[in-house]
């Protein structure tokens, strides 16, 4: 069982925090909900297999709509798995709709490239990039969406991600051990990968 103390710490309390002052009248608060929020979201919707302009516009969408149903949130805390669920509904209506067009293969571009850094060094962290990005494809679906939405969290809120994915909250953290092992595994067979 989880203290007060522990779960004040959590993602999901902080996130509840900064939407109450929201909805308290501190529009501003939005914005520091957005970029508290946004980083898993991304990765919970490229989990989905969405191209990164669909992805986007899935983003854009679910946040419109807690704008919309903020009212209707009744425990601040709970917004980060309304969020998630939110965007997850989001996701699956935008790919029913793309299941009709011609199917393509999605590269995973996880990280932009700031413009300011040398082209060598841009050149060598796109190659260790897509390297690790195709290793992390090569995972079982459940490590995949595990890590993509783990790996962007400073503090990850367990509880909140148990019931988000589906999984026990006693596996989460052993499940993540195995997959980051499968993934050192791999990439350390690879001769392109170099650890820095």
């Known amino acids: ?40 979201l991304w990765h919970t919707v490229r989990a989905q297999r969405l191209d990164k302009e669909s992805t986007e516009d899935v983003l854009q969408t679910t946040w419109l709509a807690l704008v919309r149903s903020a009212e209707s949130i009744s425990d601040p805390r709970a917004v980060l798995q309304w969020l998630i669920v939110a965007a997850r509904r989001e996701a699956w209506r935008v790919m ?51 890590l993509r939405v783990i790996a962007f969290a400073d503090r990850p809120d367990y509880p909140e991600l148990a019931r988000s994915l589906g999984m026990p909250i006693g596996s989460i953290g052993p499940t993540r051990g195995r997959c980051l092992a499968k993934l050192r595994a791999s990439l350390s067979a690879d001769a392109r990968w170099e650890l820095r």
Do not use: K
């Not at 959590?10 to 509840?16: F, M």
């Not at 929201?22 to 957005?34: P, Q, S």
């Not at 999605?106 to 690790?132: F, K, W």
């Not at 494809?137 to 995949?144: Q, T």
């Open 96 to 146: 029913r709709g793309q299941a009709r067009q011609v199917p393509y293969e999605i590269a995973d571009d996880a990280v932009a490239t700031p413009e300011s850094e040398q082209p060598d060094n841009v050149v060598l962290r796109g190659v260790s990039e897509s390297v690790l990005w195709a290793h992390v494809a090569e995972l079982p679906e459940r490590c995949r969406t595990l």
């Open 1 to 40: 069982m989880i203290n007060a103390e522990a779960e004040q710490g959590t993602l999901a309390s902080r996130a509840g925090e900064v939407f109450s002052r929201y909805r308290d009248g501190h529009t501003e608060a939005m914005a520091d909900l957005v970029a508290m929020l946004t980083p898993i």
